[in-house]
């Protein structure tokens, strides 16, 4: 299937707005440590709602609809994450998820991810990219956060663990992407379909075993309505668009 007129452009805007909200993040924690750190349960719990939406109402029933064996490929979408999450924390010793063990393995790998999802949403639909994208793109502040306060336990300057965390967690979207849409746009719907399967799994995976996990930890109050409000935008989305 040859990619809708403007596809690329769509991924290509959200992929690089994701990499500036991430970058946005590094410089508020950099600069405004207190409120960053008060805001990112927030910021996690509503990202979570929408990425567990997402897939769940609209991109998993999707990907079935043109490859049966989509739920096949959701599964391993979703084990790809655990498991790499296991690897990078025996090989670091940490305990914590993988977006906050490593800068240099775990958001790496998980951020070139981000950008291969931007590109199967979008060469399926608008919608689903559009979906999808959103969810990813507001935890890209969660994640640049995340990414500057975990090198900071390497002993680095905060200087440093700014830039680094730029180079790591914010630049590898659109470069994953990028390299991702030639090798996406002229598939068929049925290989579409089944890549659209894996990366609902990814984004089961990242919503419910990683964001929410994360976000639970700080204990903080109201984050199930950050939760609920996520879930609701997604919804609203899915039905105004339907109708």
């Not at 403007?6 to 946005?24: E, M, R, S």
């Not at 043109?66 to 655990?82: I, K, P, Q, R, S």
């Not at 793109?137 to 500057?148: D, L, P, Q």
């Not at 700014?162 to 630049?171: D, G, K, R, W």
Request: hydrophobic share 55%; glycine share 10%; charged share 10%.
């Amino acid at each position: 299937m040859v990619a809708l007129p403007g596809t690329f452009y769509w991924i290509a805007a959200f992929a690089i707005v994701a990499a500036l909200v991430n970058g946005a993040g590094i410089v508020t924690i950099f600069r405004h440590r207190g409120w960053a750190e008060r805001s990112l349960p927030y910021l996690m719990c509503f990202a979570a709602g929408i990425l567990i939406t997402t897939p769940l109402i609209h991109a998993l029933p999707d990907a079935v609809a043109n490859n049966a064996d989509a739920g096949f490929t959701a599964l391993v979408g979703f084990l790809f994450m655990y498991l790499s999450n296991q690897v990078i924390k025996r090989r670091t010793g940490e305990e914590t998820l993988a977006f906050g063990v490593t800068a240099a393995e775990g958001i790496g790998i998980h951020s070139l991810v981000d950008g291969v999802v931007y590109t199967v949403t979008f060469n399926i639909s608008l919608l689903t990219g559009v979906l999808a994208g959103t969810g990813l793109v507001v935890h890209e502040f969660a994640e640049g956060v995340i990414t500057y306060l975990v090198l900071l336990r390497g002993d680095v300057t905060e200087r440093t663990a700014a830039v680094y965390a730029f180079f790591i967690a914010a630049l590898t979207t659109p470069i994953g992407a990028f390299v991702a849409y030639p090798l996406v746009r002229d598939l068929g719907r049925s290989d579409l379909g089944l890549m659209l399967g894996f990366v609902s799994g990814v984004l089961i995976y990242v919503s419910a075993a990683h964001l929410l996990p994360e976000a639970q930890s700080y204990e903080t109050e109201h984050s199930m309505l950050a939760l609920l409000a996520g879930v609701g935008l997604a919804l609203f989305i899915v039905f105004a668009r339907s109708m």
